[in-house]
């Protein structure tokens, strides 16, 4: 059964920082892309970033402020947000892929199989 479980969220204010964690079971882990979406209420679910394949893509809205990296070791990916903005706020779901992703293919949630359960991130003064 495919486990992704996120942690690391939490309230920041504007311009911190927070670290997203998204553990995989093996198999999961070893065999797929990965990525991160969110969705603020009313609001569809967007991709954030996703890795795979010595790949990596960002979506315009956080190039320069988050980043996305994988310990092999833990079977876990990470998301580390700097700069954080009021408009970052939502819930951030980890997801895997079990197919190759592209630029033009990464960002659309229907290419990925399996999600974590949510976690909330909330950017306010």
């Known amino acids: 059964q495919v486990q992704l479980v996120e942690s690391g969220g939490g309230s920041v204010q504007p311009g911190g920082s927070l670290r997203l964690s998204c553990a995989a079971s093996?198999?999961?882990?070893?065999?797929?892309?990965m990525g991160w979406f969110r969705q603020a209420p009313g609001k569809e679910r967007e991709g954030v970033a996703a890795?795979?394949?010595?790949?990596?893509y960002y979506a315009d809205s956080v190039k320069g402020r988050f980043t996305i990296s994988q310990d092999d070791a833990k079977n876990t990916v990470y998301l580390q947000m700097n700069s954080l903005k009021p408009e970052d706020t939502g819930t951030y779901y980890c997801?895997?892929?079990?197919?190759?992703?592209?630029?033009?293919?990464?960002?659309?949630?229907?290419?990925?199989?399996?999600w974590g359960r949510g976690i909330q991130v909330t950017v306010s003064s």
């Open positions: 997801a895997a892929a079990a197919s190759v992703l592209y630029r033009g293919s990464w960002f659309r949630p229907y290419n990925y199989n399996d």
């Open positions: 890795t795979g394949g010595g790949w990596t």
């Open positions: 093996a198999d999961t882990y070893s065999t797929n892309w």
